[in-house]
């Protein structure tokens, strides 16, 4: 089973507004990494977060990352058009060598 | 530095069929990654190489197989193709491929087979 869950699974904003997207897991992990893909092409790495930081950031994204309530947030500030594509959260488990990711959350950036 | 590499892009096979599918990783790094990508399933690990060997394995029949070679380029296999196996097929290279902290996995563009 999939080890993340992201909500919400599709999302549609207005073009200059703050995306959320939030993902949940279930077991221990190393770091979490969030990824962006458009329309069926390869993943395209955002942000990697271990799992002793609570919050990073790069240029317009915002990540936490709450190991108790296993659960991580991407934050996409004044949107554009160009960041509409479907991103995913991946776990990198303890002692594991892949990733699991969540089923992603569509975003799509309305002009 | 150049990213990582797959071919063919896209590919049509029947069902039956068997194909092999290519990644060259990121110059320097000697950990290569599969994952397959469906609609129904999402994104799902295949295999793990590390050092032409493989490491970890996701839950996958054993039609799909695969390799890596001393330059660190990966191929995948599947064998007797079923209408099921098709699929985005992703490869993923990192630099050790440690179960370390900060370990990025970068993906290729994929590989579309589409199994008729």
């Known amino acids: 089973s999939q080890q993340g869950e992201e909500d919400p699974q599709a999302l549609s904003i207005q073009e200059g507004e703050n995306a959320t997207m939030n993902c949940s897991y279930k077991?221990?992990?190393?770091?979490l990494q969030w990824y962006r893909q458009n329309s069926g092409r390869g993943l395209v790495h955002l942000i990697l977060?271990?799992?002793?930081?609570r919050e990073k950031h790069s240029g317009r994204l915002r990540v936490t990352l709450d190991t108790s309530k296993k659960s991580s947030s991407l934050l996409i500030t004044a949107s554009r058009a160009a960041d509409t594509a479907s991103y995913f959260c991946a776990t990198k488990l303890r002692g594991a060598q892949k990733l699991v990711f969540g089923q992603g959350t569509r975003l799509t950036i309305n002009p | 530095k150049a990213g990582v590499t797959q071919t063919p892009r896209y590919l049509i096979k029947t069902r039956g069929q068997q194909v092999t599918l290519s990644c060259s990783p990121i110059s320097g790094h000697r950990s290569v990654s599969w994952y397959q990508q469906t609609p129904g399933q999402g994104l799902q690990f295949l295999f793990e190489y590390f050092s032409e060997t493989q490491r970890n394995k996701g839950n996958f029949p054993g039609r799909f197989s695969g390799r890596q070679f001393s330059n660190s380029r990966s191929e995948m296999n599947v064998s007797t193709l079923e209408l099921g196996d098709s699929a985005l097929y992703l490869c993923a290279s990192s630099l050790s491929g440690r179960a370390g902290l900060t370990d990025t996995q970068y993906f290729g563009p994929g590989t579309r087979l589409t199994v008729l």
């Open positions: 977060i271990r799992s002793n930081e």
């Open positions: 077991t221990s992990i190393n770091n």
